[in-house]
């Protein structure tokens, strides 16, 4: 009996020993032999490894050189590539484990790397379906355009969370039919303390709890919070890269960094495997925290994500700077709704520069793409809620129905949608229709080409993408014409929209997209300057073919430009959706943006009375916006780039691609999510995520200081009281020493009083609730009466007499008793010191705005009509 046990223990110990052995990580160098060390670790050839099988070899691919990719250069300078199902199957016993595929699609033999579409499943969960690496990778690098990151990525790598049984790890690949499926590097790490708790809190107002049993996990993002990225090697345990967040930020400028680099630990239930320390060392806390509790500005991260997925995010703290509970505390907000409030990290983590993580799950529905997380002050703990702590932040995707993949609906290289079943299904559909079709497509085929021969410049049918308006008539009906009026600054566009260009003459125009015309760049794609055959001079915005963000900007453009017609608006000439391209053509604008002209760059800087004439062209075309059309239409992101100059200096207000139809009449706001430029953002839609027209007037007022202070909106180099224009130029104006900050180009060329009138105009602006703005209609006839008091200035200087005499009245838009100096001159010999009436010719531009704003309930009966109108 005794012989049988010590058989029995010495088995047991075999079986213990060798489970210990399989619990090591697993490296793979996919389509290698030999084995190579990376990062502190040996990577083996996927056909030398032991504890490894491959049902279905497949072909390997390498290449010379990957230098400068990442710190994987080595591994992915060889693949696998799978042209039918095929296996790897890793002997593992059960577990917890994270599952690494590395992607690099480097140029391979005989195939196009951009055709290779395919899905890939672990186990029984899904992890990838109709998946392209290079689509993947194209619209990461749109989307870090489109934040202004100096950084690109030119590989991929995917994360999963996985619960293993008996049976080890089966990762298929599956090609889509004439694709092909490729992968550079596997890992397989045990991961053997609990790093998800079965259950976890939901956010909202109906609490409850998540559980996370039986369900798949991927890796969404991984930040650290503050200042620079962590390594996989200084996170030796399970080698996770944590990425810098600056690129999540919506308002960078709101936080400032705080590091701490000793004396850090974990607190007493904190797993040791949830984050490195040194994650820990620095956070991001509030800039200025007074001021921002003021104005409730909260930090804030914004994240895409995949619609109809459940998400786990985890935030990490270590109060780093206080040493005393009450000290710090806040709220945290997760798709703007509260997940925590009353939060103090002291309390929480038992003490100063101790670590801590906490949990919170979330829907996203199946129209949103987005996913914020907030922190902000908690106005209910008094002077100790003006302050918030992030130390790290982690998104995790939670399995549906033994699902973790989602369909892109991007576009292939060839313009084929990327979902093969769905692409089968319309070709069938297409296929019986051309077949119904073609007899009476026959006898229409003669007819057509007599049609084609009489309208040689009419607008055929594109045979792709149909934004919306672009091929119908706008306005033609009676209805239409009430709707949109015409009147003499703009009208509404009765015709289709434009012409439609081929691409031969797109590509003539920019002699072949040639990078020497751009002059333009963002999430969008680029802008080129170039000629059509009459000799016009446009400007050319292609569609990043990848740039989600920017298809729906176009979408947005075109349907609002269809619409709007205005001397200060730029006009769109045309299109071209030929072989899957979507471009607009505009009128060429000679002398760029006003920004260009304000500070950045060699060119002249613009006079006061040419400012002046730029905030009045731009003014003109933002009322017009917000009066032209039923309901109105909200620029959303008004700003000096989005202002630009034609060759005459006139301002014409561009870029529709955020813009959205104002509320109805029974409606005071439109529900939106936040978009826009730190910086020129209401902060009050901010807050509320309710867009008025009165969100632009608060954009416009930060252009107004901007224009007469030449420096950008936001400089976090400056002192702490200046970074913020607004908040700095509204400090001096309060003070009445507006004259103190002006560009010093402009001194000794304005009238003080021209200057204390526009300063308290763009003040008005920026008043924190919307209700108390001016409308943009008052905006612009008080900057008409600015421009007046410059010119009276002018013409004084150079000798005219005038009269002078004070008026006392109440200024509706000030809200205080005022003084006008009214002046009749008695030389008016130079036709150069006449009132000027306007660049648009109209007599009484008061008459006209009242008008157009007597539905609104403005009151203009205390405005005193200036002389000379």
């Known amino acids: 009996m005794g012989s049988y046990w010590l058989i029995f223990v010495a088995f047991s110990l075999l079986y213990i020993y060798l489970g210990e052995a399989q619990m090591k990580p697993v490296f793979i160098n996919c389509g290698a032999n030999s084995s190579v060390v990376v990062d502190d670790r040996t990577w083996y050839g996927d056909l030398s490894f032991q504890n490894l099988s491959v049902s279905f070899p497949g072909s390997v691919a390498s290449t010379a050189s990957a230098n400068g990719i990442s710190i994987y250069e080595d591994l992915y300078k060889t693949a696998r590539i799978f042209n039918q199902s095929s296996n790897y199957t890793f002997k593992v016993v059960s577990g917890s484990y994270y599952l690494r595929l590395h992607f690099f699609p480097f140029p391979l033999e005989n195939v196009d790397v951009n055709d290779s579409f395919f899905d890939v499943t672990a186990n029984n969960l899904k992890l990838l379906t109709q998946f392209s690496v290079t689509n993947e ?25 996985l619960d293993v049984g008996m049976d080890g790890i089966v990762v298929r690949f599956v090609p889509n039919k004439g694709s092909f499926a490729f ?60 990425e810098n967040d600056h690129p999540y930020m919506f308002t960078v400028a709101a936080s400032e960094v705080l590091s701490n680099k000793s004396n850090i630990s974990y607190a007493s239930n904190e797993k040791h495997l949830v984050a490195p320390l040194f994650v820990y060392e620095d956070a991001r806390t509030m800039t200025n925290a007074a001021e921002v509790s003021e104005k409730r500005i909260n930090i804030s991260w914004k994240f895409e994500v995949h619609p109809n997925f459940d998400y786990l995010v985890r935030l990490h ?98 313009g084929k949608h990327s979902s093969g079943r769905r692409g089968i299904l319309w070709g069938i559909i297409c296929g019986a229709v051309v077949l119904v079709c073609i007899v009476s497509a026959l006898c229409a085929f003669f007819f057509c080409c007599k049609q084609k021969r009489k309208t040689a410049q009419a607008k055929s049918q594109p045979s792709g993408w149909r934004p919306l308006f672009l091929h119908a008539t706008l306005g033609s009906t009676t209805d239409a014409r009430s709707k949109f009026p015409h009147s003499a600054n703009g ?18 125009a920019t002699k072949n997209f040639d990078e020497s015309l751009i002059i333009g760049t963002g999430g969008f794609g680029k802008v080129y300057k170039g000629e059509i055959e009459d000799g016009t001079l446009v400007a050319i915005k292609r569609a990043h073919p990848q740039s989600q963000q920017g298809l729906r900007e ?37 002398n760029g943006t006003v920004r260009n002209h304000l500070f950045g760059t060699d060119l002249p800087a613009l006079s006061w009375k040419q400012r002046l004439d730029v905030c009045i062209g731009s003014a003109r ?60 953002l209401d902060p009050e839609y901010f807050r509320r995520q309710q867009l008025t027209e009165k969100s632009d007037v608060y954009s416009f007022g930060v252009v107004l200081f901007e224009v007469i202070c030449a420096r950008p909106v936001i400089n976090p180099s400056l002192p702490k009281d200046q970074i913020n224009l607004a908040e700095w130029a509204i400090k001096w104006q309060r003070q009445g020493s507006l004259e103190t900050i002006v560009d010093p180009q402009l ?3 304005y009238s003080l009083d021209s200057l204390k009138k526009f300063g308290e105009i763009a003040e008005k602006c920026l008043a924190d609730e919307g209700k108390n703005r001016p409308t943009m209609g008052e905006v612009l006839w008080h900057l008409e009466y600015v421009l007046q008091l410059q010119e009276a200035y002018t013409c004084s200087n150079d000798g005219d007499s005038f009269t002078r005499s004070e008026v006392k009245y109440t200024n509706t838009l000030l809200g205080a008793p005022m003084t006008v100096i009214e002046e009749s001159r008695s030389s008016l010999g130079e036709e150069d010191c006449m009132v000027s009436k306007g660049d648009e010719g109209e007599s009484d531009t008061m008459t006209r705005i009242r008008s157009e704003d007597a539905t609104r309930g403005v009151d203009f009966s205390q405005v005193v009509h200036p002389q000379g109108r």
């Open 554 to 590: 176009f979408e947005t453009e075109i349907e609002m430009l269809s619409k709007l017609r205005h001397r200060h608006l730029v006009s769109m000439i045309g299109y071209c959706d030929e072989q899957n391209e979507m471009i607009l053509v505009y009128e060429y604008m000679a």
């Open 137 to 161: 990778i194209s619209h990461k690098n749109s989307y870090l355009q489109s934040v202004e990151s100096n950084s690109t990525v030119s590989s991929l790598m995917k994360e999963y969370f």
């Open 183 to 242: 992968v550079n590097a596997i890992e397989i790490i045990p991961v053997l303390d609990k790093l998800f708790l079965d259950s976890i809190s939901k956010v909202g107002g109906s609490g409850g709890n998540f559980s996370l049993s039986d369900k798949g996990i991927e890796t969404m993002y991984r930040l650290n919070v503050g200042t620079s990225e962590v390594e996989p090697t200084q996170d030796q345990d399970l080698w996770r890269m944590w």
């Open 621 to 680: 075309g933002l009322h017009y916006l917000h009066t032209g059309a039923e309901g109105g239409i909200i620029h959303r992101d008004v700003k000096t780039t989005n202002i630009l100059l034609d060759e005459n200096f006139v301002a014409k207000v561009a870029d529709f691609g955020l813009s959205k139809t104002g509320p109805t009449l029974d409606q005071t706001h439109v529900s939106t999510a936040v978009k826009g430029s730190f910086g020129y």
């Open 747 to 749: 001194q000794g060329s």
């Open 491 to 508: 009208s509404m566009a009765t015709t289709r929209l434009g012409r439609r260009f081929t691409i031969p003459e797109i590509r003539t």
């Open 317 to 414: 703290f270590c109060e780093l700077y206080y040493d005393k509970p009450g000290q710090r505390i806040f709220r945290i907000y997760i798709n703007n709704r509260t997940a925590a409030d009353n939060v103090d990290v002291f309390v929480k983590a038992g003490g100063k520069d101790k670590a801590f993580h906490q949990d919170y799950v979330d829907s996203v529905l199946q129209n949103v793409d987005t996913l914020w997380v907030q922190l902000g002050p908690d106005i209910t703990a008094g002077e100790s809620g003006t302050d918030a702590l992030l130390n790290g932040l982690e998104i995790f995707k939670v399995s549906r129905s033994g699902n973790l993949a989602h369909v892109s609906g991007r576009f292939d290289s060839e």
